[in-house]
Antibody, heavy 123, light 106 residues
Framework: QVQLVQSGAEVKKPGASVIVSCKVSGYSLTELAINWVRQAPGKGLEWMGGYDHETEGKIFAEKFQGRVTMTDDTSADTAYLELSSLTSDDTAVYFC????????????????WGQGTLVIVSS | DIQMTQSPSSLSASVGDTVSITCRASQNIRSCLNWYQQKPGTAPRVLIFAASMLESGVPSRFSGSGSGTEFTLTIGRLHPEDFATYYCEQTYSSPVTFGGGTKVEI
């Protein structure tokens, strides 16, 4: 069983950067495809980026291009999300989640989720 | 990007009712559609994947149908623990996109 444990809440000032970690257990990080999804207070789910099955590389939602970095420390089985140039609009809970392929590999779903990390951006 | 339109945005129901939620995609996504349930303060959990496949451990009162651009999540005989927010998600093409959510209230 895959378990994902995320780092704790953060409070950041506008213009700063934040790094959220996602520690994997039960599997090696190299066996998993990590996605990042965020949820602003009282709002819906927003996919930020993750592993693209077609290109076999990382892909990001266009609105985050240039501001987001996703890295992996395979020796520590930990994935990281860094978001820079923070504004109040980035106040949200950030989730990591692993992809699980459909039986016929035509698509996938987010099968295992971390508990979420609250990031508050405030002056 | 593929737009996912969910309806209704909220609904009121009673324990024992059967409810349906619709999700429409802006283009053909075949069966690459998943449904999630989310309760306050917790991460989403998948209920249905590939439009109609029930995730292991999910009660059989949850069912999904549809393909192409129109999909439905049906919850038969609502239990108290089913009052939550439900999201559809397409993974046919990047970027992954979610519907706006449907809050099922008592």
């Amino acid at each position: 069983q895959v378990q994902l444990v995320q780092s704790g809440a953060e409070v950041k000032k506008p213009g700063a950067s934040v790094i959220v970690s996602c520690k994997v257990s039960g599997y090696s990080l190299t066996e998993l495809a990590i996605n990042w999804v965020r949820q602003a207070p009282g709002k819906g789910l927003e996919w930020m980026g993750g592993y693209d099955h077609e290109t076999e590389g990382k892909i990001f939602a266009e609105k985050f291009q240039g501001r987001v970095t996703m890295t992996d420390d395979t020796s520590a089985d930990t994935a990281y999300l860094e978001l820079s140039s923070l504004t109040s609009d980035d106040t949200a809970v950030y989730f990591c989640a692993t992809s699980v392929d459909y039986y016929d590999s035509s698509g996938y779903y987010l099968g295992f989720w971390g508990q979420g990390t609250l990031v508050i951006v405030s002056s | 990007d593929i737009q996912m339109t969910q309806s209704p945005s909220s609904l009121s129901a009673s324990v024992g009712d059967t409810v349906s939620i619709t999700c429409r995609a802006s283009q053909n996504i075949r069966s690459c559609l998943n449904w999630y349930q989310q309760k306050p303060g917790t991460a989403p959990r998948v209920l249905i994947f590939a439009a109609s496949m029930l995730e292991s451990g999910v009660p059989s009162r949850f069912s999904g149908s549809g393909s192409g651009t129109e999909f439905t999540l049906t919850i038969g005989r609502l239990h108290p623990e089913d009052f939550a927010t439900y999201y559809c998600e397409q993974t046919y093409s990047s970027p992954v996109t979610f519907g706006g959510g449907t809050k099922v209230e008592i």
